[in-house]
């Protein structure tokens, strides 16, 4: 306990001291209670033993979290309002967007600062012919993908001649590219002015169309598409390929020796990481039906490797748990100060020093003390 204090007590200090210094006193202690009853939480995961452990545990397993996950989508818009719904629905496309990220950095050990340029350029390719070309929402959201995978497998394909922080360095200046062409490029992009898409209806065959707009029928479609990513995800990391993913991330010079093309498998996992943050940078667009140049910028790739290090790296669910908490704290402190990146920054440093592998990581070494791998929580 002891030891733990020591390891965390300056960061902690701050954390405390910031949060009165800049929130209302009782808003300071909502914050601080909450993040305590997070530590407590974990810490009592820990405790639960016999019996109540192996029922548990097959409650959690994914056929019965998934069908209790399916009842509660089902019937979130009978009693949640609109607000709740896009909210939910922003909440899972970020998740997503966090574990696209997290299969590089949690499952192959590339750090990449370019995410939310890679899921600018799906927004952009998508809306460029949706408004400008007239092309049918199906065509768009393919080729959002192809120039969206494309581009990150070109990213990919000159970053893995480096190694370690300097393939994250070339992947920041891919992201600057990005960024300073959809601000440049104003006759295709707007520019600074940024771009936006009369909401389409998607067509399903023997289905009636599905509107967008509707906050409910968003919900739904944005519930399935990030549902089945986190499915396809989890299957491909349970794959032969997924397995050299982590032989990559653990030895890499082992898996060059063995025979395997390492930079390969390497721009392989870049480009499936690429389409994913394709996928939800259309859904943000079709969410918020306008796209602009700040959310391409390196601060926002920087939010997003907080997302999934506060979650947990290499656990899938671990990005969704820190999308939801980051922006639920950021929203919720922006009510009172605007330097609230101060405390998120200061939560950040104590997570790493406190649980090394973030919640999601802290939770299944609790639950599993002999587990040692974070791959079984995903």
Known sequence: MMRTLRRIGLPL??????AFWLLPLVNALIVLGSLFLIVAAVALIGRIRGRAH???SRVFRLRYAGALLVVLAGTLPMWAGPFE???MSEVLILGLLAMSLDLMMGYIGLASFAHAALAGVGSYAAAIVLSRYGWSPWAAIGFALLVGTTATTCMGAFSVRVRDIYFGIVTL???VVAFIVANTWVSMTNGEDGMTIKLPLLAFPGLPALDVGDFASFWYLTFVVVFAS?????QLLRSPIGLVFRGIRENEQRARYIGYNVNAYKILNTAISGFFASL???LLLFKNGIIGTEQMDV???GEIVIWSVIGGLGTLVGPFIGAAGVYLLTD???QFTNRYILIVGLVFITTILLAPRGIAGAIAAAWRPATTDSEDTS
């Open 13 to 18: 200090i701050l954390l405390v001291g910031t």
């Open 54 to 56: 192996a029922l548990l």
């Open 85 to 87: 719904l896009r909210f």
């Open 173 to 175: 200046v891919f992201g």
């Open 230 to 234: 986190y499915l396809f995800m989890r």
């Open 280 to 282: 939800a940078g259309v």
């Open 299 to 301: 601060i926002h790739s």
């Open 332 to 334: 919720y402190l922006a």
